[in-house]
């Protein structure tokens, strides 16, 4: 069993930044891969980004390079999400999520083993 607490989320105005949380605790020893998520209002869920637990090597869903940073510290069993340059049409919420498979089916599939209860973001014109 692996247990995510997100943290970070917030209101924040557009062209502005916020650093999203992601702490693991429980089997840690069992993740392949780390990866974000989000959910707007009245949308299908986008996978955003995932790490590999192994070397660290990322992955980012279409669309999603560029503005958005993912990094962990393994050591603290943290996964980050960097997020610049925010628009409306980021307001969601932010869900972390683990696999015990690589992040390329993690980021395909979604069929992620664990999942957070997320944190809203919120996203002002």
């Known amino acids: 069993q692996v247990h995510l607490v997100e943290s970070g989320g917030g209101l924040v105005q557009a062209g502005g930044s916020l650093r999203l949380s992601c702490a693991a605790s429980?089997?840690?020893?069992?993740?392949?891969?780390m990866g974000w998520f989000r959910q707007a209002p009245g949308k299908e869920r986008e996978a955003i980004s995932c790490i590999a637990g192994s070397d660290g090597a990322t992955y980012y869903g279409d669309g999603m390079r560029g503005r958005f940073t993912i990094s962990m510290d393994k050591a603290k069993n943290m996964v980050y999400l960097q997020m610049n340059t925010l628009e409306p049409e980021d307001t969601a919420v932010y869900y972390c999520?683990?696999?015990?498979?690589?992040?390329?089916?993690?980021?395909?599939?979604?069929?992620?083993?664990?999942w957070g209860k997320g944190t809203p973001v919120t996203v002002s014109s």
């Open positions: 999520a683990v696999d015990g498979l690589g992040c390329i089916a993690s980021l395909r599939t979604q069929q992620m083993d664990y």
């Open positions: 429980g089997r840690t020893d069992r993740i392949v891969a």
